[in-house]
């Protein structure tokens, strides 16, 4: 059967609408490479008169970066690590087994994504304080590792479209429920976990709120919440902040733009079965 092509316009619509999307992101960089005099006399101007690339070394000197860094790096780590494994085995019962009162379970499961964090904010904090993990970068790595309804669910529609034959063979074989779902369900499931994985890495990485709520000691601050310090200390050095702002958002970009082919793939075969 053949394939039908798209219109003669859908390219052109699609280019318009990606440069619509990122001319924010073009126009940030280059605020930030402008000299401050021209961000104070000519604000709205498009072209940098004197492309000043020195902003961006005195926007790194001028606050801690390699601490907020290594911060940063070791919470989004830790939350990927998390969030694949805890997702995935709890999206492994849902999917692949069957017990009593699953369906039950894993609706109750999808009803909290109608919970806004802000719901759970104060247990949370009451919970980790009596854990005595306050102003510690585990009280906003330890949660992930139980789970989030989102995830799972993405994981689950992914799992569902394996072939349920291959998990039979693997018994007949005499393969454990274990061994099925690291051997065979996980390696078949790249495309959803590396989604899962960018997603949560991209959660962490923004995540302002938690450390806002959890950490108090400069040491342990990553680069989210270090950014609204360097802003409090340099408010009026505007070409510093578009520096330290492009900064921050260049390795999301950078990560987008390797694992875009395997992110899309995970979106797009997720939930073809229900």
Known sequence: ??????????????????????????????????PPEQLVEDPYALWPRQWQGSNYPRAVSSMPVTRYLRNSLILAAGSVAGSLLSCSLAAYGF????????????????????????????????????????????????????????????????FRTIPEELSEAARLDGLSEWGIYWRIILPLSRPALATVALF??????????????????????????????????????????LAAAVLFTLPIVVLFLVAQKVFLQGITTTGLKG
């Open 200 to 241: 949560q890495f991209i959660a962490s990485w923004n995540d302002f709120s938690g450390p806002l709520l959890y950490l108090s000691d400069p040491r342990h601050f990553p680069l989210a919440y270090g950014l609204e310090q360097f802003i409090s200390s340099y408010a009026d050095q505007t070409h510093l902040l």
């Open 95 to 158: 999917a692949r087994l069957r017990w009593a009162g699953r369906n039950l379970l894993f609706g109750v499961l999808i009803a909290t994504l109608l919970l806004p964090w802000h719901v759970t904010m104060i247990p949370r904090f009451l919970l980790l304080r009596e854990l005595h993990l306050y102003n510690t970068l585990a009280a906003l790595i330890l949660p992930t590792f139980l789970g989030d309804a989102f995830f799972i669910f993405l994981l689950r529609q992914f």
């Open 1 to 34: 059967m053949p394939i039908d092509r798209p219109p003669w316009y859908a390219q052109p619509l699609l280019g318009l609408a990606a440069t619509l999307f990122a001319a924010p992101l073009l126009l940030l960089v280059l605020a930030s490479l402008k």
